[in-house]
């Protein structure tokens, strides 16, 4: 199993550019989720999607929108990308996304918007 | 807003030492998960604790958990180099994670 992938791995924008950031998982797990992490911060939830057909705000939504595409896939689009989103983003999921479930982390894509 | 907050924020050992991670955390919660990250990589589970026990050990690791304080430990016994990464705490009933504690340890 590949586990959760990501792509890309980098990328780099320039405001006001669009993109997709793409997360595959191959486990058949339940609950996916999108993260950004900024130096000091650690991480902050962006959106999740408890099930297929579902998504929900996380912490700092502003500015992103996600699809639930299918069980497998759950991606994260930035529509007009700003530099105060420069971050590493991180996809995850969960089996069935209760809070004694693992989360299993793709590599991350690093972002940077000029 | 950040529940989970680790302490101290960077810590810096000799190989062989022990070191201690805090995160304390603002609500009740069932259950709580220390992960681990490496420079540049996604963040992979260590270990969970849930709210009726006080204290597991995985390996090197030992983790304790205070519902009365609002508090959790993370010792690792005899460091090694490679144990160097950044350590996190997680209640994912509210999907938070703590800042992190960045441990160094040195050859």
């Known amino acids: 199993n590949a586990g959760v992938t990501q792509t890309p791995k980098f990328q780099v924008l320039k405001t006001g550019q669009s993109m997709t950031l793409q997360c595959a998982q191959d486990?058949?797990?339940?609950?996916m989720y999108w993260y950004r992490q900024d130096p000091g911060m650690g991480l902050r939830l962006i959106y999740y999607?408890?099930?297929?057909?579902?998504?929900d705000k996380g912490e700092v939504p502003n500015g992103y929108n996600v699809s639930r595409l299918n069980k497998r896939e759950f991606s994260l689009r930035l529509e007009s990308a700003a530099p105060s989103q420069t971050s590493v983003y991180f996809c995850?999921?969960?089996?069935?996304?209760?809070?004694?479930?693992?989360?299993?982390f793709g590599p991350g894509t690093r972002l940077t918007v000029l | 807003s950040q529940q989970g907050e680790e302490d101290p924020q960077a810590l810096s050992i000799q190989e062989g030492e022990n070191a201690t991670m805090n995160c304390s955390y603002k609500t009740s919660i069932n259950n709580l998960q220390w992960y681990r990250q490496n420079s540049g990589r996604g963040l992979v589970h260590l270990i969970l604790?849930?709210?009726?026990?006080r204290e597991k050990h995985s390996g090197r690791l030992r983790v304790t958990l205070d519902t009365s304080k609002k508090s959790s430990s993370l010792l690792i016994t005899a460091s090694r180099a490679a144990d160097t990464a950044s350590y996190f705490c997680a209640t994912l009933e509210k999907l938070v994670f703590g800042k992190g504690t960045k441990l160094t340890v040195n050859p």
């Open positions: 604790i849930r709210s009726n026990e």
């Open positions: 999607s408890a099930s297929e057909g579902t998504t």
């Open positions: 995850a999921s969960r089996p069935f996304g209760t809070s004694t479930d693992t989360q299993y």
């Open positions: 486990m058949n797990h339940n609950s």
